[in-house]
């Protein structure tokens, strides 16, 4: 239940420093030359740009699409949170909080402007635009890629144990002293006979007695 009072805290986090720095960087940037203004100094600055597609800029002037498709995914990634919460484990569940943070976040602003607001673009590359969001879905994206591949690697060694465990030769004094032993039902059977036999000299004795 904590880790879940937790999940949800980091959720409102990220979503409130979204929407929080998407709109002060909108009206810092508001009167400023061009709308962009220095923020590190060889590595990022600051530019107001309204995008109308996907995170980095991607799929332009689709915003109803992108809006559609956003909201069964993170419909999607939402109840799969909720239906599996007590089974996933808790390193799974983190990349698609991060996910599913970001892409609320983007969604709110295509629902509320028609158009998602950027702000963070590197000094040093040629790289799209982006904002609080986008940064939250790639990290997301990146540990989710991460964890399934690790799990598939982990499965992959489990299964070659289990298999390897198969074709294992047993101990070779455990086969011989199984072997050695008599069988359950042989037992009884060879018990029942003697009985048997013992019966019939008892009564043969007790006749010619």
């Known amino acids: 239940m904590l880790y879940i009072i937790l999940e949800i805290m980091l959720f409102g986090a990220i979503l409130s420093l979204d929407l929080w720095s998407k709109h002060a960087a909108a009206a810092y940037l508001a009167d400023k030359p061009f709308r962009e203004a220095p923020l590190i100094d060889g590595f990022m600055d600051l530019k107001y740009s309204q995008n109308t597609g996907a995170s980095w800029g991607i799929f332009r002037d689709h915003t109803l699409v992108l809006t559609i498709f956003t ?18 484990k808790k390193l799974l569940r983190l990349p698609l909080i991060l996910i599913l943070a970001g892409g609320a976040g983007n969604l709110v602003d295509r629902i509320m402007f028609g158009y998602v607001r950027d702000f963070l673009r590197y000094t040093f590359i040629d790289f799209p635009i982006f904002n609080v969001a986008d940064a939250a879905i790639t990290v997301g994206s990146i540990g989710l890629i991460v964890y399934l591949i690790v799990e598939f690697f982990r499965e992959a060694k489990t299964l070659k144990k289990a298999k390897a465990g198969e ?25 029942e006979t003697k009985k048997s036999k013992d019966a019939e000299r008892n009564g043969n004795g007790t006749k010619y007695g």
């Open 167 to 191: 074709l294992q030769t047993s101990n070779p004094d455990e086969i011989i002293e199984t072997i050695g032993s008599p069988q359950p039902e042989r037992a009884d059977a060879a018990k």
């Open 71 to 88: 909201a069964v995914a993170l419909a999607g990634v939402l109840i799969f949170l909720i239906l599996r919460r007590k089974k996933d």
